[in-house]
């Protein structure tokens, strides 16, 4: 333990370090940069090793965010902040918490995947654990090393599926450096307790093995058994080093993803952001939607087009909210059109196994005039199901076009179009396009940031439906609680909690989620919901917690991006 915070007699935080000279500056950690004070310089042997003019945290903050702005792209800007998260996490964090809504975007979507994509180009400096297939013997090895020591919350990911962008390998990476940023900036987990890790199975990506700064395992990818072994061994390692984590699946593809959410969900405490998450912020954008537009969600009648384990997971969980409305399940699948690559998925169609409770009777088409049963396309289903819901997660960029817009305009006064897909090239539909071609009818969401849309009168924030509101915040609720499962039941609760923030609950030509800006609170009623759920559900070693206590939980959790005073450790 190289530090630890602790309080005095007079209830001042500080926190004791047994560090000294380079050894502080380069943790990033602990490292204030030219906030040191001048007793902490010569307390740590600090002077002539910092510049001598001391400048407080704030000021600090302002100076690199224009250094932010004034980066020639978002590109650049993704590596200067990336540079500054392995010099001064503290100050990292400061700048990203006051300029969230700037930053957010440049972190994380949409920039990030061009970071992946280009992951050894700008690799400057190693962060989390990079476990490739070779050195499948030696897991346990790797993740032995004390600086592990402290961890609670794990992002893996293999890299086959990044966003909307396919296989990227080991430059994956980027997006579990990216999620955990989100848990420590959204939601105050500290970030000396996340770890991001990637699962080098190799790549098929072609581009990447001809790449000489490719940073991964240049083989084509593992599959089979042997993969399922891999994965295994690494979960294995996990349970036995950290019994408490909390470890989050990320973009593993459609043919892995769900079967390693099922094998593992009752050994560990462990979730798919992509199926679970999507679907709780989907589902809580879905609910304020749904009251905005005066039809409520069990009138609804929804057309999903990517029938994957995304589009499936969120299918789901809008069954469970439908259930939890009053409405039977068999006839909560009724509101359901799946559409994916061969069409309106129905019995003439074949789907697989997770699929079909939401596969359309071949009698439920029958009647529709369509030219081909066995591929009855977007706009047919659209036009015969009198669709008032349109959710994509395909990743097939303008797939929503005007003609199927305006079908869907027809169906009812305000029809919900949610184009998720990322990147920006991936969505579904521009949302400024689904606002002009329906006169501001459309209440729009979508999966990645677009800019402002100007109604004529205003500029409106089109809202980002992005797991980012939902997944800091559970996690943090499971973690202040110490709960040994992460179950369904908590993404719906973390969906309800969500909804009863959006400002379109008071105004219904507002938006469904609250501001970026606010994200943090958001994140802290997510977490107290879940963490109740936790508790209610059994999962925790409370056998009840009043709501001062959960709230003391959190006070002493959460993390915040502020230099506290240092102290020479004891000896």
């Known amino acids: 333990m190289k530090y630890e915070i602790k309080q005095d007699e007079t209830g001042q935080k500080y926190v004791e370090v047994d560090l000294r000279g380079y050894d502080l500056i380069n943790n990033p950690l602990l490292n204030k940069g030219r906030s040191f004070t001048v007793e902490e310089r010569a307390a740590f042997k600090l002077r002539g090793l910092v510049p001598p003019a001391y400048l407080p945290l704030e000021e600090i903050v302002d100076k690199n965010y224009q250094t932010v702005v004034n980066s020639p792209d978002d590109l650049e800007r993704h590596i200067f902040l990336r540079n500054l998260q392995d010099r001064n996490e503290t100050l990292f964090y400061a700048l990203m918490n006051k300029y969230i809504e700037q930053i957010m975007p440049i972190v994380y979507t949409p920039t990030v995947g061009k970071a992946c ?36 919350v794990i992002v893996v990911s293999d890299g086959e599926r990044i966003l909307g962008l396919g296989d990227q390998g080991s430059g994956g990476m980027g997006i579990p450096i990216g999620k955990l940023s989100l848990y420590t900036g959204c939601a105050g987990i500290a970030p000396g307790k996340t770890l991001p890790i990637i699962l080098d199975v190799g790549t098929n990506n072609q581009k990447l093995l001809d ?40 973009d593993f593809a459609q043919n892995n993803a769900l079967k390693l959410l099922n094998r593992y969900k009752d050994q560990l405490c462990t979730f798919n952001d992509d199926i679970q998450g999507t679907a709780s912020i989907v589902v809580g954008a879905l609910l304020s939607a749904a009251n905005a537009s005066g039809l409520p969600l069990t009138a609804q009648r929804i057309v999903v087009v990517g029938a994957g384990s995304a589009g499936v997971g969120i299918s789901n969980l809008i069954v469970s909210a439908l259930v939890d409305a009053g409405v039977n399940r068999e006839v909560a699948y009724k509101s359901f059109y799946l559409v994916d690559r061969n069409g309106l998925i129905t019995d003439n169609v074949t789907s697989l196994d997770f699929q079909q409770p939401f596969s359309r009777n071949a009698s439920d088409v029958e009647s529709w005039d369509v030219a081909d049963k066995n591929n009855i396309t977007l706009l047919e289903t659209v036009v015969h199901a009198k669709a ?32 998720l897909s990322n990147p920006t090239e991936k969505a579904e539909a521009n949302p400024h396009d689904v606002l002009d071609w329906t006169e501001g009818r459309a209440i729009v969401g979508t999966g990645t940031a677009f800019p402002l849309y100007d109604t004529g009168t205003e500029l409106r924030r089109i809202d ?18 110490k709960s040994r499962r992460v179950t369904d039941q908590m993404f719906l609760v973390a969906a309800k909690a969500l909804a009863e923030l959006s400002p379109a609950r008071e105004n219904p030509n507002a938006n469904l989620l609250p501001p970026l800006k606010e994200v943090r609170q958001v994140s802290r009623k997510i977490a107290f919901a879940v963490a109740k759920e936790a508790v209610r559900a059994g999962l925790t070693e409370y056998s009840e917690l009043s709501d001062s206590q959960l709230e003391q939980l959190l006070d002493e959790y959460i993390w915040e991006p502020v230099y506290l005073p240092y102290r020479p450790k004891s000896i």
């Not at 008032?388 to 960029?397: D, E, L, S």
């Not at 980002?464 to 609680?481: D, E, K």
């Open 117 to 152: 994509q280009l992951f050894g180009r700008i690799y400057r400096r190693q962060r989390g654990i990079f476990i490739s297939y070779p050195n499948r013997k030696y897991i346990d090895e790797i993740l032995d090393h004390a600086n592990f020591d402290d961890v609670e």
């Open 388 to 419: 008032t819901m349109m959710i994509g997660v395909c990743a097939q960029g303008g797939i929503f076009t005007r003609d199927v817009i305006k079908a869907l305009a027809n169906n009812c006064e305000r029809p919900i179009v949610f184009p």
């Open 464 to 481: 980002q439906v992005n797991n980012s509101y939902i997944f800091p915040g559970l996690g943090l609720g499971v973690l202040v609680v």
């Open 211 to 250: 790449d000489p700064l490719y940073l991964g395992w240049r083989h084509r990818r593992v599959t089979g058994q042997e993969y399922d072994d891999f994965v295994d061994e690494f979960v294995q390692a996990v349970k036995k080093r950290f019994p408490n984590v909390l470890l989050q699946w990320e």
